[in-house]
């Protein structure tokens, strides 16, 4: 396969970086594990202005999705959600994201213009509702039917600004477009965000090592440290032709392989960071504790590792 981006790809991740990096995305993070979701909605309406949560809602129904050949791709997707994870904002993207391919309707256009916010439930590899609680729409997608819910039990998770709950089921809403389109599509999307989040952390660890200094010198002139950054910075760049190549085939396998692929490199990624970093990685008012945390959640969200794994196997050796 040949495969590179245009450079119309290229200018709107370059845009979507630019954006956020002007926001106080840790600071929004922050707030909505507090309850308070005003600066993390604040970043969510920015970014739907941009495009972002319409990318996978067809054209008839508001969207930029690919129609007739035009339009937004799936690899136009996955670039967005690669610099969602570099930033790590906090909302509910991949759920809203995947929603057109569960359902037809009128409420996709005020999803895809971030008017709505959609809360989706998928057991059994989604058990649990994101961001439930503040959602304009629930959806839990029972078998191959399509049901409304309500946010029942609330749940810690490893990600305080991930706030999950148990679906209490609703009433059936007919049946789901596309179930299987769906998971490798919210499967692919949080690779994507792995891959981003891995890059944040090796260009946090990058930054820290040239900066901190022990024994006189800077400790990232020491073979040991550029061998650790070395390896995340080779781990993650082995990961993205995998997740690109998902993006275009579509195919379960590719997908199931490109997640494990980035939730590795991110892990590795994190694992390093926190070497690199020392002590005060481990501290929660440190920009580093935000991104360890949000590794850890999507490394088990939309799919386990041994399930992706166990989806790559039975397509090697069925």
Do not use: N
């Amino acid at each position: 396969m040949k495969f590179a981006l245009s450079p119309e790809q290229e200018a709107f991740a370059a845009s979507l970086d630019s954006l956020l990096s002007t926001q106080d995305c840790d600071a929004a993070t922050r707030a909505w594990a507090s309850g308070d979701h005003g600066p993390g909605l604040k970043i969510w309406r920015r970014l739907a202005d941009q495009g972002v949560a319409a990318l996978t809602t067809p054209a008839h129904r508001g969207g930029l999705a690919e129609e007739d050949g035009t339009g937004a791709t799936t690899v136009d997707a996955v670039l967005a959600f690669e610099v969602l994870g570099r930033f790590c904002p906090p909302g509910p993207w991949t759920d809203s994201a995947v929603l057109p391919c569960l359902l037809d309707d009128e409420i996709l256009a005020s999803t895809a213009a971030g008017e709505t916010l959609v809360s989706l439930a998928f057991p059994p590899h989604v058990p649990f509702a994101l961001d439930a609680d503040i959602a304009d729409a629930r959806f839990l997608v029972d078998g191959a039917r399509l049901r409304g819910f309500a946010p029942g039990t609330p749940l810690a998770s490893l990600d305080p600004s991930r706030h999950l709950f148990e679906p209490v089921p609703g009433d059936e809403l007919g049946p789901a477009l596309d179930p299987a389109r769906a998971f490798d599509l919210g499967a692919l999307l949080t690779a994507a965000q792995l891959l981003g989040a891995g890059r944040g952390l090796l260009e946090m660890s990058v930054a820290h090592a040239g900066q901190r200094r022990q024994y006189g010198r800077e400790i990232g002139r020491f073979q040991a440290v550029k061998h650790l950054l070395a390896e995340v910075a080779t781990a993650l760049e082995l990961a993205r032709p995998l997740l690109h190549g998902a993006a275009v085939t579509a195919d379960p396998a590719d997908v199931s392989a490109a997640k494990v692929a980035c939730g590795d490199a991110a892990h590795l990624a994190a694992r390093t960071a926190l070497q690199v970093h020392g002590a005060i990685g481990y501290t929660a008012e440190h920009p580093l504790g935000l991104r360890l945390t949000r590794v850890r959640a999507l490394t088990t969200a939309w799919g386990t590792p041994a399930v992706h794994r166990h989806r790559v196997l039975a397509a090697i050796a069925p």
